[in-house]
T-cell receptor
Framework: GAVVSQHPSRVICKSGTSVKIECRSL??????MFWYRQFPKQSLMLMAT?????????EQGVEKDKFLINHASLTLSTLTVTSAHPEDSSFYIC???????????FGPGTRLTVL | GEDVEQSLFLSVREGDSSVINCTYT??????LYWYKQEPGAGLQLLTY?????DMKQDQRLTVLLNKKDKHLSLRIADTQTGDSAIYFC?????????????FGTGTRLQVTL
């Protein structure tokens, strides 16, 4: 149980375009999902916390207008990178909150490359 | 503060034990976790320990927590080549109804024959 999927696994796009990444909890409902960003050989940095039916909470320094998060259902959250630039190239990982407040189940990640 | 530090690299021979260390600064953490990340993949939860415990053993994995020194370690017994990966410790801090994970810098474990 507790499987989280992400789609796509890899995406290459041109500078200036927008890219949407989906995060799904496959066998459980998640009221809270988290979006992380990981640069090469670095740790995961929390970008935002997404709560079903309400606005996401962004971490300091993360532009909410650039990284749009939608959590429309208990099994799906989306992250849209708007007007992507090469510096947005990174590995984006989502996680879904479990039954207890501290559990998080991680997706396999999406590698975004902006040309 | 929420800094979580790890050494960058560890090399061990197959069959030996590996010990990966982690130090954290926030004493209000509720759970501490160890995750494994293989190249190009997401995170796999290996084990976790509640903050009021000193030790937890799970098959080849032993977690030690020294809350006074804010030091966490992961021991992998009989290390195998399949254990080669990056290992992240993480602390969970709950404020109100929300919990957030803060990850360490990651330790790359290399297992040699």
């Amino acid at each position: 149980g507790a499987v989280v999927s992400q789609h796509p696994s890899r995406v290459i796009c041109k500078s200036g375009t927008s890219v949407k990444i989906e995060c799904r909890s496959l066998d459980f409902q998640a009221t809270t999902m988290f979006w992380y960003r990981q640069f090469p050989k670095q740790s995961l940095m929390l970008m935002a916390t997404s709560n079903e039916g309400s606005k996401a909470t962004y971490e300091q320094g993360v532009e909410k207008d650039k990284f749009l998060i939608n959590h429309a259902s208990l099994t799906l959250s989306t992250l849209t990178v708007t007007s992507a630039h090469p510096e947005d190239s990174s590995f984006y990982i989502c996680s879904a909150g479990g039954v207890t407040r501290d559990e998080q189940f991680f997706g396999p990640g999406t590698r975004l490359t902006v040309l | 503060g929420e800094d979580v530090e790890q050494s960058l690299f560890l090399s061990v021979r197959e069959g030996d034990s590996s010990v990966i260390n982690c130090t954290y600064t926030d004493s209000s953490s509720t759970y501490l976790y160890w995750y494994k990340q293989e190249p190009g993949a997401g995170l796999q939860l290996l084990t976790y320990i509640f903050s009021n415990m000193d030790m937890k053993q799970d098959q080849r994995l032993t977690v030690l927590l020294n809350k006074k020194d804010k030091h966490l370690s992961l021991r992998i017994a009989d290390t195998q080549t399949g254990d080669s990966a990056i290992y992240f410790c993480a602390e969970s801090i709950t404020t109100g109804t929300a919990s957030k994970l803060t990850f360490g810098t990651g330790t790359r474990l290399q297992v040699t024959l």
